[in-house]
């Protein structure tokens, strides 16, 4: 869906002021494409994948600006009902792999709690405490923190556009 909009702006743009935007696209086209059978055979190009992905919106949304701004586009309509569900899924599911990388960060946690409680005891039989650990476990935690509130924000995001969505179809 995204190529077929970025392709109709390309066609439309002025092509001596969004040449180099143009053959960027058509060259992230073709990469997108070679990635997509590559991840369909089986091979795991998904960050790749993505990081293109991004750039090519960027793209596509520096093209738009640019027809909009010389009066070739109208103003943007507003994301149908479909769309704002679909962006949420996305946010449900990137809030989902923040909940799996929290649960990992849980039982790295238990585990350094876990060492230095035996560390902790071990010294007081022996010499003195050993602040590396307590510096790893401090790290782990707030680690864990800053996933855990992306986690929130993603919920968040992900409930917002499903009442837009709702709103949008209350009004039609």
């Given at each position: 869906?995204f190529e077929g909009i970025?392709?109709?702006?390309?066609?439309?743009?002025?092509?001596a002021e969004l040449d180099?935007?143009?053959?960027?696209?058509?060259?992230?086209?073709?990469?997108?494409?070679?990635?997509?059978?590559?991840?369909?055979?089986?091979?795991?190009?998904?960050?790749?994948?993505?990081?293109?992905?991004?750039?090519?919106?960027?793209?596509?949304?520096?093209?738009?600006?640019?027809?909009?701004?010389?009066?070739?586009?109208?103003?943007?309509?507003?994301?149908?009902?479909?769309?704002?569900?679909?962006?949420?899924?996305?946010?449900?599911?990137?809030?989902?792999?923040?909940?799996?990388?929290?649960?990992?960060?849980?039982?790295?946690?238990?585990?350094?709690?876990?060492?230095?409680?035996?560390?902790?005891?071990?010294?007081?039989?022996?010499?003195?405490?050993?602040?590396?650990?307590?510096?790893?476990?401090?790290?782990?935690?707030?680690?864990?923190?800053?996933?855990?509130?992306?986690?929130?924000?993603?919920?968040?995001?992900?409930?917002?556009?499903?009442?837009?969505a709702k709103a949008i179809?209350?009004?039609?």
């Open positions: 869906m970025a392709l109709a702006l390309l066609l439309c743009a002025p092509p180099a935007h143009r053959a960027e696209l058509d060259l992230l086209a073709v990469r997108i494409q070679e990635l997509k059978l590559r991840q369909i055979h089986g091979e795991n190009v998904r960050r790749e994948l993505e990081r293109l992905l991004v750039r090519a919106q960027e793209l596509a949304g520096a093209i738009e600006a640019e027809l909009q701004r010389e009066g070739a586009l109208p103003a943007a309509l507003p994301p149908s009902p479909d769309e704002l569900r679909e962006r949420a899924d996305a946010a449900r599911d990137e809030a989902d792999r923040l909940a799996a990388a929290v649960h990992a960060l849980d039982i790295r946690i238990t585990t350094a709690s876990n060492e230095l409680r035996m560390a902790q005891f071990g010294a007081s039989l022996t010499t003195g405490q050993d602040p590396e650990r307590h510096r790893r476990l401090r790290v782990l935690i707030e680690q864990r923190q800053l996933l855990a509130h992306r986690e929130r924000l993603a919920l968040a995001e992900a409930a917002r556009l499903e009442t837009e179809e209350g009004e039609r």
